[in-house]
């Protein structure tokens, strides 16, 4: 069993050759370890330039070593960064050395894990570490900056607070009616409960944004053999990725792509063309694309725009499973004009690549 008592030490930076690599230590024993390593005193909060020694005194490195007494450290507890050359062998040789001198290795997590149950972090912003960490564009980094700020538990405490309020009033109502004590009237406490719940309803949206900014959009591309459904993905992907030919049925099976649009990974998924009858292999590659349906954000409808009634009503009732729905007239070069469309439908081509910029926006704006 790990105790929390234990000191822990791990590698900080990423795997691999770089200028600069991080030993980091957390626990009661952080800084005495440290200085055996650095054979010197360390004092809080300053830089050292020291050597980095092993067991024998002879040199492992030289870098900058920084101790931060504990509460004032990332955990809440003693902490010291060993900052070395990045080279995996040196950074290797510092973490056995701290292990030698009593440091358990960390587990995945611990250091933030600490800080949470020291009370430097809360759930969610301990959360949002990992998902920093993870971001791959700059919209998913500020939304995981935000809530490591605090910005989201600091909105929900509110909301929290807010109710609690309106069930004393409540509940001063009921228990002391006949008291001459002030309360709110009962449309103020309607009219405040009104607005706790849409601030709840539009926080609600922006976590369920942030996940998808965090897990990627879960796109979906349904429609009728032929309508240009692998083309499109194809366009999207920026890749010939599916087999592309004039033959009905060509996909049969799902074919996943994680494409990123304009900072936005999504999953990209072509699936076989919806229509009656079909060989045994056809139908199953239908029944999975509606089953894939049912865990999608979007459903991207792709019709032929010379005639976009064929497969319409098949294409409808199979997004319907979906979360969205948007329309794609696809092919629409080989129109002479354009007759207008509703407001969740476009024309594109996934041939010349025209109002693949509109469908770009309109995902971004799902995501």
Known sequence: MHAA???????????????????????PHARTIAEAVCARRLRARHAHHVRFRDADGATLDDGIALWFAAPASFTGEDAVELQAHGSPAVLQELLARCVALGARLARPGEFSER????????LAQAEAVADLIAASDARSARAARRALDGVFSRRVEALAADV????????????FADEPIETLGA??????LDATRAALARLLQEAERGQKLRDGLHAVLVGPPNAGKSSLLNALA????????DIAGTTRDLLRETVRIDGLEMT?????????????????GMRRAEAELARADLALVVLDARDPQAGRDAAQAAAARAARTLWLHNKADLLATHPSLGADALYVSATTGAGLDALHARLRGVG
């Open 5 to 27: 008592s234990d000191t822990i030490v791990a590698i900080a930076t990423a795997a691999g050759a770089a200028g600069v690599g991080i030993v980091r230590l957390s626990g």
């Open 268 to 284: 990209l998924v072509d699936t076989a063309g919806l229509h009656a009858g079909g060989d045994v292999i056809e139908r199953e």
């Open 238 to 245: 920026g890749s010939e990725r599916a087999i592309v030919t």
């Open 187 to 192: 449309a103020d406490v309607r009219r405040r």
């Open 115 to 122: 800080a949470f149950l020291n009370g430097k972090l809360d």
């Open 164 to 175: 609690l309020h309106l069930r004393v009033h409540v509940e001063a109502m009921i228990d």
